[in-house]
């Protein structure tokens, strides 16, 4: 990985977007980065780590550039108030394991959050990479350490990037929910979230969370009546599942547990 102000320099035209094309081709030489490639740009949310910088390529021959603090908005229309002032960018030319090994290095070093763009082919391409980073970084948990790929994250990057539609959702659906006792609020939400990893199965939800299959079946029925939705019928099953995830990013969180 490489960084320094002649790399942050250079970058600012490839990831600022609407910049001239003989300006991206100028970066691009300067940087080295070659005309076609299989590029991705990560944005982190925090300070890169200590050891992460270093001159030449990593042990998968994938060669990084950082360009330090990355002051774009992010693209989301406001969702990531607060939370851009410490981002840092990357351009990343990957190597032969392509994005999932740059997302483990990233992890193997304790970076994050971070987002990390689909694949491009071309540093012209970078831009608009670098918009869809920043998105993929607005779909971690605040306060988490997720190095997340946007292609694992689609319906929560469409939630975030269109933050009024997401209130609005989180409402109509999960309003009843919301005026719950926070410990009350969070055993729905547990129970949910524990029924939904483990592929709407009841038995193995109550395994997970240490109570009774029955317990397991009563919460998920009082969710359905409060919410005014099934779990057993496709479309609303999507309603909740996206509330979940509009709940999962709020900056209020579900309270802490109760028993129950």
């Known amino acids: ?30 940087l080295g980065l070659p005309e076609r490639g299989r590029y991705a740009v990560v944005v982190l949310g925090a300070p890169v780590p ?39 960018v990357a351009v990343v030319l990957l190597g032969p394991a392509g994005p ?35 998105t993929a970084l607005l779909t971690c948990e605040p306060g988490s350490r997720e190095i997340v790929r946007l ?4 319906p929560a990057a469409l939630l975030v990037s269109r933050p009024e539609l997401s209130t609005r959702l989180l409402a109509e659906v999960f309003g009843p ?31 997970r969370l240490g109570c009774h299959r029955n317990t397991v079946f009563n919460r998920l029925r009082r969710l359905e009546r409060l919410t005014a939705r099934s779990l057993s019928r496709p479309r609303e099953l999507v309603d909740l599942v996206l509330a979940l995830d509009v ?7 579900a309270g802490p547990g109760g028993g129950g």
């Open 247 to 253: 709940l999962r990013l709020s900056s209020a969180p």
């Open 50 to 88: 200590e050891g992460a910088v270093v001159e030449g390529p990593d042990v998968d021959g994938a060669r990084w550039w950082w360009g330090g603090a990355d002051g774009s908005p992010g693209g989301a229309e406001g969702r990531g108030e607060g939370r851009e002032e410490s981002r840092e």
């Open 100 to 134: 999932d090994r740059a997302v483990a290095r990233l992890r193997e070093l304790g970076a994050g959050p971070g987002g990390v763009s689909p694949v491009v082919g071309s540093p012209a391409e970078v831009a608009a990479a670098h918009r869809l980073a920043g």
């Open 151 to 154: 292609d694992e994250r689609l």
């Open 177 to 207: 929910l919301l005026t719950l006792v926070p410990a009350e609020r969070s055993l729905l939400v547990e129970t949910l979230e524990a029924w939904l990893e483990c592929g709407g199965s009841v038995g193995r939800a109550a395994a």
């Open 1 to 30: 990985m490489r960084r320094g102000t002649r790399y942050g320099a250079l970058l600012g035209p490839l990831l600022a977007g609407g910049a001239r094309p003989d300006l991206v081709e100028r970066a691009a030489r300067g």
